[in-house]
């Protein structure tokens, strides 16, 4: 059976005093969750203020994105090396934040999600479509691709060591969750499209629903077959909010 996963995306969020106390909240929580794993993946500032509190501890901790190139001549970036040493387990990749204000392409997004593996972190790559997208019909289509980008650079096999989560833009900030039926369909999509080229990477894959989760909708959404747990952006910054999504992923 697969483990479950929730991992809070604190996005540019966060002081040192209500990290403080957020974590304390975070890492008593993780302690007595049974069955999922329970993440942060906080500014890069804050990796040094996570990492000592939650070392030795259930929680743990990742960044929101990862530079494509190693060390060098890149200024603003951050490496892959630089997570690992900072202890982090995570790096979300291709989130749609990254892809539409920062302007990432699938093959930067695969890029990343190489740079990641091989420094030994498991990327979480985010795949959704926009509400035009979805209008249109083409949501298949448009995960499709962003998932092929990445499977064409870094194989199956690597993508048996990662994490998808499904966040349709259109939910992610808006208040607009996606319904348990209209998610599950996408991440039984997902499933399928990986079990064409590897059965047992698509069974053993955690995939997560992103997008405007909170923990009045969080059961109904992680009961659906598909669905291994939820990538959290708001609702992760609200310590009750939080670990009450956390408690509503453990299986039942
Ligand atoms: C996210 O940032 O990945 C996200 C899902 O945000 P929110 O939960 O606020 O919609």
Request: glycine fraction near 12%.
């Amino acid at each position: 059976m697969r483990g479950r996963l929730v991992a809070g995306n604190w996005k540019s969020n966060g002081n040192l005093a209500s990290n403080q106390r957020l974590l304390e909240q975070v890492r008593g929580e993780a302690s007595r969750l049974r069955g999922v794993e329970c993440a942060v993946c906080v500014p890069y500032p804050y990796l040094s203020q996570t990492q000592q509190m939650l070392t030795g501890t259930a929680a743990v901790w990742g960044g929101q994105d990862v530079s494509q190139f190693g060390a060098g001549a890149f200024t603003g970036a951050v490496t892959a090396a630089m997570l690992v040493e900072f202890g982090c387990r995570y790096a979300i990749v291709g989130h749609s934040e990254r892809r539409n204000v920062f302007g990432e392409s699938d093959a930067v997004v695969a890029a990343k999600f190489a740079a990641a593996m091989t420094a030994g972190l498991t990327p979480i790559l985010c795949v959704g479509e926009t509400l035009q997208e979805r209008e249109t019909g083409v949501t298949e289509q448009v995960v499709g691709r962003q998932l092929d980008a990445v499977i064409s650079g870094a194989g199956i096999a690597a993508l048996g060591k990662a994490v998808v989560a499904y966040e349709p833009v259109w939910a992610i900030g808006t208040g607009k969750t996606a319904t348990p039926e209209q998610a599950q369909a996408v991440h039984g999509f997902i499933r399928n499209r990986i079990a064409v080229s590897d059965v047992a990477v698509a069974a053993a894959l955690r995939i997560l629903y992103g997008g405007s989760v909170k923990a009045a909708n969080a059961a109904q959404l992680f009961g659906k077959p598909d669905i291994d747990g939820g990538l959290i952006g708001g609702a992760s910054l609200v310590a009750e909010e939080f670990t009450a999504i956390c408690r509503a992923a453990e299986r039942r």
